[in-house]
């Protein structure tokens, strides 16, 4: 299994994977605008909040806002189009972040983001897996496929991730965890 970015990595490449009977998840951002992407300019000026501290040009997405999720549709679409196996849409904990939208974004309204993205993704054959979002895992854990955690062993938070592996109530199997440092 590989995790790679959908945007940078050839679709040849993805193609010569998925012939190797590997399988190929793919990295796009789901939550934030990156001005640098092709599809910037689909978001409407009150889709956008906050830029990240960390990442000039990129700027927080209002998810509750119907235009960001047609634009993040035409991500998963390009997912298919290119062979990715799965996704792995990132950055929804937008919620945990100072991201500059009034009302603030809620947990609860990433719960409803991701079941529409993992709903869209499912109906096109792929899988869905998230990362981080530690709080509402069990609340997503009927529309996700796997885990993803980042850098749990240096943020001491790999626990957090065993109710997924073990499923959170009686009757539902496990799902795998992936683990990524850096």
């Known amino acids: 299994i590989y995790e ?3 945007f940078y990595t050839p679709e040849e490449t993805i193609r010569k994977m998925n012939d190797l009977d590997q399988k190929v998840i793919c990295y796009f951002s789901a939550a934030t605008a990156e001005n640098w992407r092709d599809d910037y300019k689909e978001f409407d000026r009150q889709d956008l909040g ?12 209002d998810i509750r806002r119907p235009n ?3 634009v993040i549709k035409k991500r998963i679409d390009l997912a298919k189009q290119i062979g990715c196996n799965a996704i792995e849409p990132d950055n929804v904990d937008v919620y945990s972040n100072d991201n500059g939208f009034t009302p603030e974004i809620t947990p ?8 529409k993205i993992s709903e ?3 109906s096109l054959g792929m899988s ?8 509402i895992l069990g609340d997503i854990f009927d529309d996700v496929d796997f885990a993803i955690s980042e850098e749990c062993v240096q943020y001491l938070n790999c626990t957090a991730y065993s109710n997924f592996t073990t499923a959170p109530s009686p009757g539902k199997e496990g799902k795998p965890v992936f683990e990524v440092e850096y």
């Open 120 to 122: 869209y993704a499912r």
């Open 4 to 6: 790679v970015d959908m």
């Open 108 to 115: 609860g309204d990433t719960v409803t983001y991701l079941h």
């Open 68 to 70: 960001v999720f047609n």
């Open 128 to 135: 869905v897996g998230i990362k981080n979002c530690i709080e």
């Open 50 to 61: 906050r830029e990240l501290p960390d990442w000039p040009g990129e700027r927080y997405l």
